[in-house]
């Protein structure tokens, strides 16, 4: 039986209304196709503008949506399991960060139910995320991958993975923009500290990480031989270059990776 709305949303907090955002917004999906729930009214004031239908009640969203989104905190998913009473939705969609697709099958109980785990980035607020998807259980249907995929695509780019890389995916582009911010705010007092104004310095940083990004995209050449292109023998690029190495800069990346990684895996152990 055709279901009236195509995705329903259980939560309405900020990943959520950024997700319903790009995909009403990008007219991927018309909003009378889009419900909501949420225990409070007052989270609906994020997204009543894009004219979704919202609603208090869990459990009407799943009986009446084909795909149903879990945009919860991991720590609120039994509460939702406990409002669903019973209902056990076919095809699902989980953005919770450590919850497991097997942990989201046996919460909801017996019966054939595919999960797509997707992890979405906080740039995904502005169109401009990184959003990692398992989508295997779906494989056997384009539409239903296109379609996951299609919702996720108007935040970002999307990277189509199996779930036992979800846990780089969470050090690596998850948590990733707080190391970037961490650079730009270094490069911004660096600028300060060196006689430009705050405003100068944070238009020079940040246009220079953009900049720089875009090249990494664009080029053939490797990152290697893109850094190697800035550093002219003798010149200024390599001493700066030189400290960074001393400093042990990549190792103190992948470290603070590895301690993410590992962080992720004991909260989807529990």
């Known amino acids: 039986m055709k279901k009236q709305f195509k995705l329903g949303v259980i939560g309405c907090g900020f990943m959520a209304s950024s997700i319903l955002k790009g995909v009403v917004l990008s007219d991927f999906l018309r909003e009378k196709k889009i419900i909501v729930s949420s225990s409070s009214e007052e989270d609906f004031e994020k997204v009543n503008y894009l004219g979704v239908r919202t609603v208090c009640d869990n459990r009407y969203v799943a009986e009446n949506s084909e795909f149903l989104m879990f945009a919860v905190k991991p720590q609120h ?14 095809k699902v969609i989980s953005i919770m960060a450590g919850v497991k697709k097997n942990t989201v099958k046996n919460a909801l109980g017996v019966g054939v139910i595919k999960v797509a785990r997707c992890m979405p980035n906080l740039p995904c607020s502005i169109g401009s995320g990184a959003i990692g998807i398992d989508m295997t259980d779906f494989n056997k249907s384009t539409d239903d991958t296109d379609f996951i995929s299609n919702v996720f695509s108007c935040l970002g780019t999307v990277v189509s993975l199996e779930e036992s890389k979800m846990d780089a995916v969470t050090g690596i582009s998850g948590s ?28 020079l940083a940040v246009q220079t990480v953009l900049g720089s990004a875009e090249m990494v995209m664009r080029e053939e050449q490797s990152v290697e031989e893109l850094i190697m292109s800035v550093c002219s023998k003798g010149g200024t690029t390599v001493e700066a270059v030189k400290v960074l190495e001393q400093g042990n800069f990549r190792k103190t990346i992948s470290d603070a990776v590895d301690a993410c990684i590992n962080r992720a895996k004991e909260l989807s152990s529990k």
């Open 77 to 90: 998913f039994g509460d939702v399991i406990k409002s669903l009473e019973g209902y056990r939705p076919e």
């Open 176 to 203: 990733g923009p707080a190391y970037a911010f961490m650079f730009i705010d270094s490069l911004i007092d660096a600028g300060v500290r060196q006689g430009l104004t705050k405003d100068e310095a944070k238009i």
